[in-house]
């Protein structure tokens, strides 16, 4: 292979494809850190019976 050949093939794997990995990568140990820490996707639930639609009324 001359130097042209090598030129024009480039560096491999594109600069996007590069950043998009990165990216989700990040992302992904963002996701397993708050699994892990207790911040799951139940964390904002209510665990008892389900909560009425006007919790402070007043009038009634």
Do not use: N
């Not at 794997?13 to 990040?26: E, S, T």
């Not at 820490?37 to 009425?52: D, E, F, M, R």
Request: glycine share 16%; aromatic share 8%; proline share 5%.
């Amino acid at each position: 292979m001359d130097r042209e050949e090598t030129e024009m093939q480039g560096e491999g794997v594109p600069r996007w494809v590069k950043v998009f990995a990165a990216i989700g990568l990040a992302v992904m140990v963002l996701i397993v850190v708050a699994l892990l820490s207790g911040h799951g996707p139940g964390w904002h639930l209510s665990y008892g019976a389900a909560a009425p639609a006007v919790a402070w009324g007043g009038h009634g």
